[in-house]
């Protein structure tokens, strides 16, 4: 069984090579310059579709209503992919306003979505704190602490931001993990109530679902106000060029600390919820690979794109769910789709038509 297991593993890794190198080599050929051209064209004649007035009006209300009904036609288990997809599409919305919009490559951002967790797991087990006042606090909490990772790492770009970001999520991780009078450590938090209203409580995956997708629909909206204020044109500028940007009156300081708080508090909104959904946290659900896929969705679905961002959500929870039966393999088609989709699809699914000049200029 070992020896079958590893010469399976070999395998795999031997066809992500030769697909890596081929896709390489198709790229950099006339005929494969020319292939990458017209799927680009393609996806943009449907978006430039998806562009029009009425879709656009009729799009969202008609999803909306999709989303309102689906649950009563599916049982308990894809009511539950659903709620853990909305959970995902919250912290990638977050997430995209600090790497779509502001430019900021922000590897710790789970450790945001862990202190909206803690902070409703010991509030509640510790004082009594109910839900919404948690939601509430949780969300503070998590904005301040992405205000002092701002102020920490104001002076740093690229590389050495992403770095310093990933040490802040290690940090993080290890408090969780021998903070054991506060955080219980490694056992995590159970006990964590459900949340309620008056006399209802919440306790079907249903009621969850609404839940979340009521949460995700204020997401939205709000983010997407903040994209089309003077802040997400500000943050825009920034990315495309800080010098730029401060020469033009910009405040580029208070506008980073401000993408990484406003990113951080969604992120924490996310965490009070997992933590109320599923009465237990512990450290093991707030590692690096949950920012890779938070990550993933972001670019995968497009950056600085809320429809993008919410699609690679979808895709990246939903499919592999559609095919578990092939888990062995999932992690090699996932590392396959990014590769192609790098090389044909830079921008994502659905990019960001500001983002135009960057990729195609």
Same mark, same amino acid.
């Given at each position: 069984?070992?020896?079958?297991?590893?010469?399976?593993?070999?395998?795999?890794?031997?066809?992500?090579?030769?697909?890596?190198?081929?896709?390489?080599?198709?790229?950099? +050929?006339?005929?494969?310059?020319?292939?990458?051209?017209?799927?680009?064209?393609?996806?943009?004649?449907?978006? $430039?579709?998806?562009?029009?007035?009425?879709?656009?009006?009729?799009?969202?209300?008609?999803?909306?209503?999709?989303?309102?009904?689906?649950?009563?036609?599916?049982?308990?288990?894809?009511?539950?992919?659903?709620?853990?997809?909305?959970?995902?599409?919250?912290?990638?919305?977050?997430?995209?306003?600090?790497?779509?919009?502001?430019?900021?490559?922000?590897?710790?951002?789970?450790?945001?979505?862990?202190?909206?967790?803690?902070?409703?797991?010991?509030?509640?087990?510790?004082?009594?704190?109910?839900?919404?006042?948690?939601?509430?606090?949780?969300?503070?909490?998590?904005?301040?602490?992405?205000?002092?990772?701002?102020?920490?790492?104001?002076?740093?770009?690229?590389?050495?931001?992403?770095?310093?970001?990933?040490?802040?999520?290690?940090?993080?991780?290890?408090?969780?993990?021998?903070?054991?009078?506060?955080?219980?450590?490694?056992?995590?938090?159970? $006990?964590?109530? +459900?949340? +309620?209203?008056?006399?209802?409580?919440?306790?079907?995956?249903?009621?969850?679902?609404?839940?979340?997708?009521?949460?995700?629909?204020?997401?939205?909206?709000?983010?997407?106000?903040?994209?089309?204020?003077?802040?997400?044109?500000?943050?825009?500028?920034?990315?495309?060029?800080?010098?730029?940007?401060?020469?033009?009156?910009?405040?580029?300081?208070?506008?980073?600390?401000?993408?990484?708080?406003? $990113?951080?508090?969604?992120?924490?909104?996310?965490?009070?919820?997992?933590?109320?959904?599923?009465?237990?946290?512990?450290?093991?659900?707030?590692?690096?690979?949950?920012?890779?896929?938070?990550?993933?969705?972001?670019?995968?679905?497009?950056?600085?794109?809320?429809?993008?961002?919410?699609?690679?959500?979808?895709?990246?929870?939903?499919?592999?769910?559609?095919?578990?039966?092939?888990?062995?393999?999932?992690?090699?088609?996932?590392?396959?789709?990014?590769?192609?989709?790098?090389?044909?699809?830079?921008? $994502?699914?659905?990019?960001?038509?500001?983002?135009?000049?960057?990729?195609?200029?």
């Amino acid at each position: 069984m070992g020896i079958g297991r590893s010469v399976i593993a070999a395998g795999i890794i031997f066809a992500g090579f030769t697909l890596f190198t081929k896709t390489k080599d198709v790229i950099t +050929s006339p005929e494969g310059r020319i292939l990458s051209r017209s799927v680009q064209d393609s996806i943009c004649t449907v978006y $430039g579709m998806l562009e029009t007035t009425w879709i656009k009006r009729g799009f969202p209300l008609a999803l909306l209503t999709l989303l309102l009904i689906t649950p009563l036609t599916i049982n308990n288990y894809y009511i539950d992919v659903l709620t853990i997809t909305g959970i995902y599409a919250i912290l990638a919305l977050g997430l995209n306003i600090v790497v779509g919009l502001a430019g900021l490559l922000d590897l710790g951002y789970v450790a945001f979505y862990a202190v909206g967790a803690y902070s409703y797991g010991i509030l509640n087990t510790q004082f009594g704190i109910s839900f919404w006042p948690a939601i509430l606090i949780g969300a503070i909490l998590a904005a301040v602490a992405g205000m002092l990772l701002g102020m920490v790492t104001l002076r740093l770009r690229g590389d050495y931001l992403a770095i310093v970001t990933l040490g802040f999520l290690m940090i993080v991780h290890l408090v969780l993990n021998n903070w054991d009078h506060v955080t219980r450590g490694p056992n995590g938090i159970l $006990g964590i109530q +459900s949340p +309620s209203i008056g006399g209802f409580v919440f306790s079907e995956p249903i009621h969850f679902y609404y839940l979340i997708l009521a949460l995700a629909v204020f997401t939205v909206f709000v983010i997407n106000r903040i994209n089309h204020s003077w802040i997400g044109r500000a943050w825009i500028a920034m990315r495309e060029n800080e010098i730029a940007a401060s020469a033009m009156g910009i405040d580029v300081t208070k506008m980073k600390i401000l993408a990484f708080a406003l $990113g951080a508090s969604w992120a924490g909104i996310a965490g009070v919820f997992f933590a109320g959904r599923y009465s237990f946290i512990s450290p093991e659900s707030f590692t690096f690979l949950e920012t890779v896929l938070v990550l993933s969705m972001v670019v995968l679905g497009g950056m600085g794109s809320i429809p993008g961002v919410i699609l690679g959500a979808a895709l990246l929870i939903i499919l592999p769910e559609i095919f578990r039966g092939f888990q062995d393999y999932r992690m090699l088609a996932f590392g396959g789709a990014m590769v192609l989709m790098m090389a044909f699809r830079p921008q $994502g699914f659905i990019g960001n038509p500001r983002r135009k000049i960057e990729l195609h200029g």
